[in-house]
């Protein structure tokens, strides 16, 4: 059984900064990247960071420049620097792990909320 375990997420006000961690067990084999979504209330879940192996990663446009992924594969966890956040932040955010062989994982979500 695979297991994705996310924490902190947290209350902030704008312009200050969170780090989100995530950590991967369980039966996974053959990671292929490390990502990051989030979903605010009635919109869809959108992808903002992916780390894939090979250090290659990718963001957002909305998140550019202010967040930043990071992965340490000795224990299968990924995290996620968010700088200068917005209130447009807001939103559960949700781990992703995919694999070579097309699996992908979620984790169970965790809440950011920023204020203005």
């Known amino acids: 059984q695979v297991q994705l375990v996310e924490s902190g997420g947290g209350w902030v006000q704008a312009g200050g900064s969170l780090r989100l961690s995530c950590s991967a067990s369980?039966?996974?084999?053959?990671?292929?990247?490390m990502g990051w979504a989030r979903q605010a209330p009635g919109k869809q879940r959108e992808l903002v960071a992916v780390s894939r192996n090979g250090e290659s990663t990718n963001y957002a446009d909305s998140v550019k420049g202010r967040f930043t992924i990071s992965r340490d594969n000795a224990k299968n966890t990924v995290y996620l620097q968010m700088n200068s956040l917005e209130p447009e932040d807001t939103a559960v955010y949700y781990c992703?792990?995919?694999?070579?062989?097309?699996?992908?994982?979620w984790g169970q979500g965790t809440q950011v909320t920023v204020s203005s």
């Open positions: 992703q792990v995919r694999t070579f062989l097309s699996q992908i994982w």
């Open positions: 369980g039966s996974i084999v053959g990671i292929n990247a």
